[in-house]
């Protein structure tokens, strides 16, 4: 289950939507503020918190890679709470998220149509199976942005 958090406009027509967790709570503002300064595109962010990351963000199940905790197959309910975000469709729909949750985002835009762009900032690539996927699949989005770092 996700916790919302919202900022900026609420009747903005770009809706940003980034999966976060915990940790990343305290800096959302901060990040908010960084968007409007560098853009002068009203905009909503919604920021949605997922509890258990491997679990909820994971599109299979999958042994641990790092540490002894399993991934589970939670995404595509996550991806469901995230699409009741998205109904109104006379607006713009972005995702994004950081290492798993980067994942978790460019999965979600191989599933549906409905964001127009995806920011997936050291998205946890190295997830098994995951490059065997976006090889045999077709992406739904014309804007990706990846931020990759040595061990993606």
């Known amino acids: 289950m996700v916790t919302i958090y919202e900022y900026g406009n609420p009747d903005a027509n770009t809706v940003l939507i980034q999966l976060t967790g915990d940790h990343e709570l305290s800096v959302l503002e901060n990040e908010v503020e960084e968007i ?53 469709k006379s607006k713009t729909y972005y995702i994004g998220g950081y290492s798993l949750a980067g994942l978790f985002s460019l999965w979600a835009v191989y599933q549906t149509n409905i964001f127009s762009g995806v920011a997936a900032a050291s998205p946890s690539v190295w997830f098994p199976g995951f490059i065997a996927y976006m090889k045999e699949y077709e992406i739904n989005s014309e804007t990706v942005y990846l931020s990759l770092g040595d061990r993606e």
């Open 36 to 88: 409007r300064k560098r853009s002068s595109i009203d905009f909503r962010f919604i920021a949605a918190k997922v509890d258990d990351w491997n679990h909820e963000l994971s599109p299979w199940k999958t042994p641990a890679v790092f540490g002894n905790e399993d991934f589970g197959d939670g995404a595509a309910r996550t991806l469901e709470q995230i699409l009741t975000l998205c109904t109104d």
